[in-house]
């Protein structure tokens, strides 16, 4: 009997993929809540939420029931039309995030695009992009400039020309923000880049600077929005207010989906036939991101959010205390990281994962945990104990 083309384990058949990730031997097939299990029946207790994605869990009752009933019915019609699940969620959304206008799309690195053209576009002239050192902006090429990870970019150089890289957190570096400049990118949280949250009041300099420049400020919170730091968006908590503000992953509660939401002369700076996307805000996807919006705005959600992240932080310290590959946790809410003492991250991930464990690097000397946002304290202490015994395995 000839074996079928198809036999095997999905890492050994993976030769039909290209190789664009380096993923871990393990083949996921079911989840509920925090955990998920492999196609051996092993269940793992789920710290990454698919790279702070799933922010409600796997299996959600509201996500389950916007799906099924928004599948019975219209699930694409493109953009030529008007669907009340996308308007309904642009209503929605802008209100909560102090925003006037959204347009949707797909991912991340799309909403990061709109917003280089949206800023070219209301600051014609200019030509000059800002963004920050150990910032994750994309892979598409326009979010790739504004990445400044030499080794994601050099393979593909010439690269959009005028950006500047500045470092991070640094006060005296805005000085370089001028009238050249259209728009200042900043994630207010770093996630790939180590979960490093901005320093206290530089939000508040580099509004100030991008005034006095007239350069838009745009806001990555990509990673760390829809909840995942506690409010819906960082920015929130900072009281500082940007003129954009881009999002995806969480948005649509593991469905394909960002935005770029913007305020004032922004939001009205791209017009009919400047940028489009086919898929992006179908009713399908628009339906199932409305519900997890109202989830997370429901009242206790977010301060559930908080105390768990504090939960989180001190339960990680207190795993971590005096470990020899273990530094500083750092990060907001529900976006943690504990830097270790070299690049080990790989090692450590893996290491927990093999006690059931997945969490993920964030650079090669830090270790995320993105929950989802449902996870309790029991949870979170039997992450950290988890942890405790990874770090262990390792060194």
Not at 14 to 24: C, N
Not at 49 to 60: C, F, K, Q
Not at 202 to 220: I, K, N, Q, S, T
Not at 319 to 339: K, S
């Amino acid at each position: 009997m000839t074996t079928p083309e198809w036999a095997g384990t999905l890492a050994e058949r993976g030769g039909a993929l290209m190789h664009t990730y380096g993923r871990y031997p393990i083949e996921l097939v079911s989840g509920r809540g925090c955990r998920v299990a492999d196609a051996d029946g092993r269940e793992y207790l789920d710290m990454v939420a698919g790279i702070a994605v799933t922010a409600l869990g796997h299996g959600h009752p509201a996500v389950v029931e916007a799906l099924h009933r928004a599948a019975d019915g219209l699930v694409h019609t493109s953009n030529l039309y008007w669907t009340e699940p996308m308007v309904r969620l642009a209503e929605r959304l802008t209100a909560a995030a102090g925003m006037e206008r959204a347009f949707f799309c797909n991912s991340g690195a799309e909403s990061v695009e709109a917003a280089i053209k949206m800023a070219r576009r209301a600051r014609p002239g200019r030509t000059r992009l800002v963004a920050f050192d150990g910032a994750f902006h994309g892979r598409t090429l326009g979010a790739l400039s504004l990445t400044a990870r030499p080794a994601y970019q050099e393979p593909f150089r010439p690269l959009v020309p005028g950006t500047t890289i500045l470092p991070f957190g640094d006060p005296a570096a805005l000085g370089a923000i001028d009238g050249t400049v259209a728009m200042v990118l900043v994630e207010p949280v770093q996630g790939e880049g180590g979960v490093r949250p901005a320093p206290p009041g530089w939000l508040a300099a580099l509004r100030e600077a991008c005034d006095a420049a007239g350069a838009l400020l745009v806001f990555d919170e990509v990673q760390s929005g829809m909840g995942r730091t506690g409010t819906l968006f960082a920015f929130q908590a900072e009281g500082v207010v940007p003129d954009a503000v881009t999002s995806a992953k969480a948005l649509a509660g593991g469905l394909p989906m960002g935005a770029l939401l913007a305020r004032g002369e922004a939001a009205g700076a791209l017009q009919p036939g400047d940028h489009a996307s086919t898929f992006g805000g179908g009713p399908l996807v628009a339906a199932v991101a409305d519900a997890v919006l109202q989830v997370i705005l429901s009242d206790g959600f977010l301060p559930r959010v908080r105390q768990a992240g504090e939960a989180l932080s001190g339960s990680l310290a207190a795993a971590v205390t005096g470990h020899p590959l273990a530094g500083a946790v750092r990060g907001r809410g529900l976006m943690q990281g504990v830097a270790l003492t070299g690049p080990l991250a790989a090692d450590v991930t893996a290491a927990a994962a093999e006690r059931g464990l997945l969490v993920c690097p964030a650079g090669p000397g830090v270790v995320r945990f993105t929950p989802p946002l449902i996870v309790t304290d029991a949870e979170i202490d039997e992450a950290a104990g988890l942890f405790r015994s990874a770090l262990a395995a390792v060194g």
